[in-house]
């Protein structure tokens, strides 16, 4: 079963630093979201794209925040300056019709700020 | 109000037994309604969609009220591996639109 993947699985950083977590969507979708979820809290959203360009964002999602898709196979979501309240899971996901159906997660990156 | 509200729980059943869950969700204009399952530490992977007309999956059943914003989810002879916490999804499209989680409710299945 195709699957969405995401690395590293683990990262800590150093408050200020910038980071960029990976993903690898399954080949044929077409839309793109990040999520995160602080621990012990829900699941938010934080941003979807669609054919190179953002499609929503919630206000979670500051000038801080970016994504990219940079060789046609990985989705990129870059934080610059990290904040303690950055620390949290952040799952990538992606489907193809841009049906709910079909928006498959992934296994999550766990961020850590110091 | 929040968006979507559950029972954070938790619920400590003995294996066997029916468990119900509810959900409300404040947008009226929400489209598609959905029970996801997530483990610790671990992804969201649906459970099932939710229809107005009720829908069931084996030991899982799902039934939507629009008229009161209110989803259920029914497990019944739940099982061991039905621990984990379960999350009331709301959309309010049907494509490529944002997904609306709840907090989610914690099951424990006791043996």
């Known amino acids: 079963e195709p699957e969405v993947t995401q690395t590293p699985s683990h990262q800590v950083t150093q408050m200020g630093q910038e980071v960029i977590l990976r993903c690898v969507p399954i080949s044929n979708h077409l839309y793109f979201y990040w999520y995160r979820q602080i621990l012990g809290q829900k699941v938010e959203f934080l941003v979807s794209?669609?054919?190179?360009?953002?499609?929503?964002k919630s206000e979670i999602f500051d000038d801080q925040f970016s994504v990219e898709r940079p060789d046609g196979s990985n989705f990129t979501l870059k934080i610059r300056s990290t904040k303690l309240e950055d620390s949290a899971m952040y799952f990538c996901?992606?489907?193809?019709?841009?049906?709910?159906?079909?928006?498959?997660f992934g296994p999550g990156t766990r961020l850590l700020v110091l | 109000r929040k968006e979507v509200e559950q029972d954070p729980g938790p619920f400590n059943v003995p294996e066997g037994a029916t468990v119900a869950f509810n959900c409300t969700y404040s947008?009226?204009?929400?489209?598609?309604f959905f029970w996801y399952r997530q483990d610790c530490r671990k992804e969201p992977k649906l459970l099932m969609s939710v229809y107005s007309s009720g829908n069931e999956d084996g030991r899982f059943t799902a039934q939507l009220n629009r008229a009161s914003q209110y989803i259920s989810l029914l497990i019944r002879d739940s099982k061991l591996s039905d621990s984990a916490t379960y999350l009331c999804v709301v959309n309010r499209g049907f494509g490529n639109e944002k997904l609306t989680f709840g907090t989610g409710t914690r099951l424990t299945i006791i043996p």
């Open positions: 996901a992606s489907s193809d019709r841009g049906s709910v159906e079909t928006q498959y």
């Open positions: 947008n009226s204009a929400s489209q598609s």
């Open positions: 794209f669609y054919n190179n360009e953002i499609s929503e």
